[in-house]
């Protein structure tokens, strides 16, 4: 299984009882395993340093454990390996939409031709499929025979030397009908062999495609890095297939060409089969390589943690456009204030309402609680607080590691906010809590 060992080496982390030792374990036990997954040195040189640095100078949110904290930034730049989390766009976003598929010989070009097409045509697409490929004599053979299996035609010209005047003549062809994606196929090339490549640009230049996509071959290795560094400098990558990553590949180094050419791994072959090809999604990828199960909520429920208070949300209040998730961001806004008998201080006329024997360390408690409460709920109830009843106050008890009764003793609360929300009006008491709003908003 790729990366197999990044899952042991984060057991390891999480069962350690120093925070510094284990963090310096960690790091040691990544770089081997990416370096033994084939992922180009210098990347595994530039995560290990930005895992290190954040995990030992970044403080995490108030209310979330320094190991939760790791693992999100673990998996956060793992991320960024593969491009961030913006999803890849994989419906075209005009008629017709031409595909130029580049790669090496033996990265499974054609075969990727064909589920792409397949893809596509599930997807309700009239699909054509052109084979440019003129060195391997068999290469139209091949993709008129899974042409016929899908149900798609094909455009070739068996024996035909000229492979950039067959490209045009085939995209011209399916235009013509009317067709809403072209997937033309070229052949294979060595990226040191510069006919083969000058060949490619031409084709490029001739058809105009919309979408370069480059072909990886997930056991390549770290020669991944500069073969598609080769291939973007002769035509420019708009997307990347990784065929053949079914488990036993190490598939390092289709990481380190995403980095190489800036394009976005899109699909990834997962067997021999034509309907093996699946959209790649890196946080799913992710949270296979860290084996904890559901790290993507692992992960939003700390974000959530570190939203921040904003003028926009002070108007929302002001409006009376209250809901739990205002409370929730009001809450760790003043956590971040410091001590909470401070903060409460800090607002007109409660200076002298506070009895001097009240517990700012029970207020402390009662405030992570609440925090804790509205972490287990869902964006719906945090939205509509309404809605909340005896069942889900149940479920979000059982969720915060709370009472049902501490449960409803914050919804209570944010019913009394409700009412008290005209109290806030005044543009004075929200410049003490550090908002500053544009002229007009608070005024009564």
């Known amino acids: 299984m790729v990366f197999e060992g990044i899952k042991e080496a984060l057991r390891k982390f999480l069962g350690h009882e120093k925070y510094e030792e284990a963090v310096n374990e960690f790091i040691r036990d990544l770089q081997k395993e990416l370096i033994k997954s084939d992922v180009e040195l210098k990347l595994v040189s530039e995560i290990s340093s930005r895992i290190k640095q954040r995990a030992l100078s970044e403080k995490p949110p108030i209310g979330v454990s320094r190991k939760n904290w790791f693992i999100t930034i673990v998996y956060e730049e793992l991320l960024r390996l593969l491009g961030g989390e913006k999803k890849p766009v994989v419906k075209p976003s005009k008629k017709p939409w031409i595909i130029l598929l580049v790669g090496l010989q033996g990265s499974g070009k054609t075969t990727t031709a064909g589920k792409l097409a397949y893809f596509y045509k599930l997807e309700g697409y009239k699909v054509g499929l052109v084979s440019a490929d003129t060195y391997r004599p068999a290469a139209y053979e091949q993709l008129k025979q899974l042409g016929e299996k899908i149900g798609v035609p094909v455009y070739g010209e068996p024996g035909g030397q000229d492979a950039v005047d067959i490209a045009r003549k085939g995209v011209e062809y399916f235009v013509q009908r009317g067709f809403d994606i072209i997937i033309v196929d070229t052949a294979g090339r060595h990226h040191k062999e510069e006919a083969l490549l000058e060949e490619m640009r031409e084709i490029y230049k001739l058809i105009n495609p919309d979408e370069i996509m480059l072909v990886l071959d ?48 899109k699909f990834i072959g997962v067997g021999e089969k034509i309907e093996d090809l699946e959209v790649f999604k890196p946080q799913r990828f992710i949270s296979r390589i860290l084996g904890l199960g559901d790290v993507e909520s692992l992960v939003e429920s700390v ?142």
Do not use: C, H
């Open 218 to 265: 997930a056991t390549i290795g770290q020669q991944a890095y500069s073969i598609a560094k080769k291939f973007n400098e002769s035509t420019p990558i708009g997307s990347i297939v990784v065929t053949k990553l079914d488990g036993t590949a190490k598939g390092g180094g289709a990481l380190s060409a995403v980095a190489a050419t800036g394009a976005r791994i």
């Open 303 to 444: 974000r959530k943690m570190q939203l921040e208070f904003t003028e926009e949300d002070a108007k929302k209040i002001i409006e009376g456009k209250l809901n739990l998730r205002l409370v929730y961001k009001q809450l760790v806004s003043l956590r971040k204030l410091g001590p909470l008998r401070k903060v409460l201080q800090m607002i007109p006329g409660f200076e002298y309402k506070l009895p001097m024997e009240i517990d700012s360390k029970e207020l402390e408690k009662r405030l992570d609680k609440w925090i804790a409460i509205i972490n287990s709920m869902t964006y719906e109830e945090l939205d509509n607080p309404e809605i909340i009843d005896k069942s889900r106050m149940k479920r979000i008890a059982y969720g915060a590691g709370v009472s049902i009764d501490e449960v409803r003793e914050l919804i209570k609360q944010y019913e009394a906010m409700k009412k008290l929300v005209k109290t806030l009006r005044r543009k004075d008491l929200l410049k003490k809590l550090g908002v500053s709003l544009p002229e007009g908003i608070g005024e009564s």
